[in-house]
Each structure stands twice: as structure tokens, then as C-alpha cells.
């Protein structure tokens, strides 16, 4: 006869089941994570420990963590009223991603709109953190000494160069 105080032996194994079957799951899928990460040739390990595209060194001429091949995209400022000016398109990398400038003039940058990583640009040098999200963002830089100027998306996985001459 059976109670209400009494364990039936189909639910005591219920919770057992429940265990074996997730670890199953978790084993499938580390398994299977492993897998797929040393199918892909153009994926190796980074010295920080993150996984990077092969290529990636993390230097300015690198768009979009070199996927397209590292390709670097020119663009020069033209001067108007006294002012350097540049239009980079946001949209899928920068581009250009490398910009030259004159020493002695200030600049400004036109970044078109971007979204998911091109949702902001940051200027590390100037504390400069920009959202592209709302029509893009007037970046304006004062006179500037001549040298290389990094910039890069919010995440830091595509990046730009300001050369000034």
C-alpha cells in the first residue's frame, strides 16, 4: 500500500535523470565549442588570452580585426575657414581608417551615423567617447604636434589612425 509519506521510486529517480541529462548537455557542448574554435584556421589565441582573428596585432592599420585583410583606406582633410575637415564613414569600419592632417590647424572629423560596434568612437589620447548612434558625431581636435593619433570603436576592435605631418 502506499502513503503520502512514502518515496515512490519513479520520482526518486526523476531528479537523478534531470542531472544526467544536463551534464550531458554541458558535455555536448564543450565538446562541440572545442570543435568548431580548432576547425577555424583563422582563429588563434591572443597574448591576452582572448580569441582574435589571425592577422590581429591590435595596431591602427588594422579595420575591423584585419577580416579584410588589414586593408588601409586613405583619406586626406581639405581646409575650409581655417579648419581641417574629414568625413569618415562609420558604417562598416572606418573609411578611411587612416586620415592625414596638417600640423598647426585644428581638425574635424565628421563620423556618419553606426550601430552595434560602430555604435561609438573613442579618442584615446583626448579622453574623446563619442555615440554614433543618433546621426553620427562632429569630432573637433585642437592644433595638434606632428605624429599618429589612435582611434578606434567602443569595443576597440576597429581601428584609425590620424596622421599629422
Not at 512514502?6 to 558535455?27: S, Y
Not at 560596434?117 to 569630432?139: H, K, N, S
Not at 578606434?152 to 576597429?158: D, E, K, Y
Request: hydrophobic share 40%; glycine share 12%.
Amino acid at each position: 500500500m502506499y502513503n503520502d509519506t512514502d518515496t515512490h521510486p519513479v520520482r526518486r529517480n526523476h531528479l537523478g535523470r534531470h542531472v544526467i541529462v544536463a551534464g550531458l548537455v554541458l558535455l555536448a557542448f564543450f565538446a562541440s565549442y572545442g570543435w568548431a574554435v580548432s576547425a577555424r584556421p583563422d582563429v588563434v589565441t591572443a597574448t591576452d588570452g582572448l580569441d582574435a582573428p589571425a592577422g590581429y596585432a591590435g595596431d591602427p592599420e588594422c579595420s575591423c580585426c584585419a577580416t579584410d585583410g588589414g586593408e588601409r583606406i586613405e583619406g586626406r582633410t581639405t581646409v575650409e575657414a581655417g579648419v581641417q575637415r574629414v568625413y569618415v564613414d562609420a558604417a562598416f569600419g572606418y573609411s578611411p581608417n587612416v586620415i592625414r592632417a596638417v600640423a598647426g590647424m585644428p581638425i574635424e572629423i565628421t563620423f556618419s551615423e553606426g550601430d552595434g560596434c560602430m555604435a561609438e568612437v573613442v579618442f584615446p589620447g583626448f579622453d574623446i567617447f563619442e555615440d554614433l548612434t543618433r546621426g553620427g558625431a562632429v569630432i573637433t581636435l585642437p592644433v595638434l604636434e606632428p605624429g599618429e593619433y589612435s582611434f578606434s570603436c567602443g569595443m576597440q576592435m576597429v581601428f584609425g589612425t590620424l596622421v599629422v605631418e
